[in-house]
């Protein structure tokens, strides 16, 4: 049978201490103290990730008038929180120095881009399109039968665009350019137009 052993007390004075060492001192340091994630204060505006038909919620930080992180959002349904490479990049390519921010036009037969203004481009592509439009404009087949469409210009939707979108731009393509040939690349909405 074990017979009950204590220490003497001095060395008992001894263990206690050692075993304290550490134990009152606060882990953190001052300047841990002072440190704040660079999210404070931030407004979020939620959105959704620009790249395939998934519809992945994100998180946007913003803090004076600039983009300073984005992250998946927990609270969406789509992907809780989680993002695939691709969406995890998405801070990276909206606050790329490298990323062109302005119109840049190469003329026909140049050898060098031109920096050209918003409404400058925005001009450009209405009369060109109208132009095609006017070009190519079918009112009737040769068969007789009225069609009224231009077979001059596609369009093309993509995945990223939520329904309504999808649905604008469908109204918009068949109705006010009358075009023949509509389709987006997720299908996603169907329309009597």
Known sequence: MREDFTLPAAVQGMVSKALQIGSRVEPFSKESH?????IR?????????????????????????????????????????????????????????????QVLYRAPYSDHWEVKSLDWAMEQIAQRVKQTRDETFVERLPDGREVNHTQGI???????????????????????????????????????Y
Not at 154 to 160: E, F, K, N, P, V
Not at 176 to 191: E, F, H, K, P, Q
């Open 34 to 38: 002072e440190k704040a994630p660079r």
């Open 41 to 101: 204060d931030a407004r979020v505006v939620h959105s959704v990730c620009p790249y395939c038909a998934v519809g992945c919620g994100l998180n946007v930080y913003v803090k004076d008038g600039k983009v300073i992180d984005i992250e998946g959002n927990s609270a969406s349904p789509i992907n809780h929180g989680t993002l695939c490479p691709k969406g995890s990049a998405t801070f990276q390519y909206t606050v790329n120095p490298d990323r062109l921010t």
């Open 154 to 192: 596609a369009s093309l939707g993509g995945a990223t665009l939520d329904v309504e979108e999808n649905y604008l731009i469908r109204l918009y393509t068949r109705v006010i350019l009358l075009l023949g040939r509509i389709d987006d690349n997720a299908v996603l909405m169907s329309t009597k």
